[in-house]
């Protein structure tokens, strides 16, 4: 069954990287998710600096995004104070940007799962006091 999903930047790399551990999850998990995936700014950014060095690791991002597999609707000049909110409440996790991004496009975007690597998001909460729908891969013990 495909689910609408929030993307997460550790996924998005695993998923343009073979030789990452969670490769074949990340693939599976994307191939199982209704398209176009939704992200925010934040995250192809991160992406495309931690996938610098891989060859045409950054124009494969952009190019996720240009092709319509990835959707970035999400403004942060019109949700700044949400998330300014949001990092203060979890300054000791510490809660990246990127992260409160996800974090408010959950509350915005309704049956939505994020699609994630970050045990963090099953600590954040939305609208304050919900859990966060996540689709992660068993923790490693």
Known sequence: MQKNVILDTGVLVAFLMPSDKHH????????????????????VTEACFLLQRIPSGREKVLQLVKQGYIQIPFCLSDEIEPIETLMQRYQ??????ADACLVRMSETYNQTSILTLDSD???YRKNRNQ??????PELDR
Do not use: D, G, N
């Not at 000791?92 to 940007?97: E, I």
């Open 24 to 43: 074949h999850w990340a693939v599976s998990s994307l191939q199982a998710a209704k398209y176009p995936v939704l992200t925010c700014e934040a995250v």
């Open 92 to 97: 000791s996790v510490p809660m990246s940007l």
């Open 121 to 123: 998001f099953r600590i």
């Open 131 to 136: 859990e966060i729908p996540v689709i992660m």
